[in-house]
């Protein structure tokens, strides 16, 4: 299985993007590890992260992340959020919880 991720931050969140990074290799190794095995085994799975972060005129987060995997498409987006952490842990929450139903 052959992982990519790509990361769009704005000019103003620049200085954010290494938190970014580490949020996501954190949610991907500790919280999604035991859900994403069905994968591992399919050598020929092409698994896309991409996010997008901003901030709003209000200086709160509007986020998407969207995943595919395996031909498969997860998308979730949030807007007016204030705290970064918790936005991206709440984002992979909800791919977790999606990828646990099936």
Do not use: C, P
């Not at 931050?9 to 200085?15: K, P």
């Not at 069905?38 to 698994?47: G, L, M, P, S, T």
Request: proline share 0%; charged share 40%.
């Amino acid at each position: 299985m052959e992982l990519k991720i790509i990361t769009h931050i704005w000019d103003n969140l620049l200085h954010s993007k290494e938190v970014v990074d580490r949020l996501v290799e954190e949610n991907l190794k500790n919280k999604l590890d035991w859900y994403l095995k069905q994968f591992e085994d399919k050598k020929d799975a092409e698994w896309i992260i991409e996010l997008k972060v901003d901030k709003n005129t209000r200086d709160l987060f509007d986020w998407i992340l969207q995943i595919n995997i395996d031909w498969n498409s997860f998308r979730y987006s949030r807007e007016d959020y204030k705290n970064l952490d918790d936005l991206i842990n709440n984002l992979f929450r909800h791919f977790k919880e999606e990828l646990s139903s099936k």
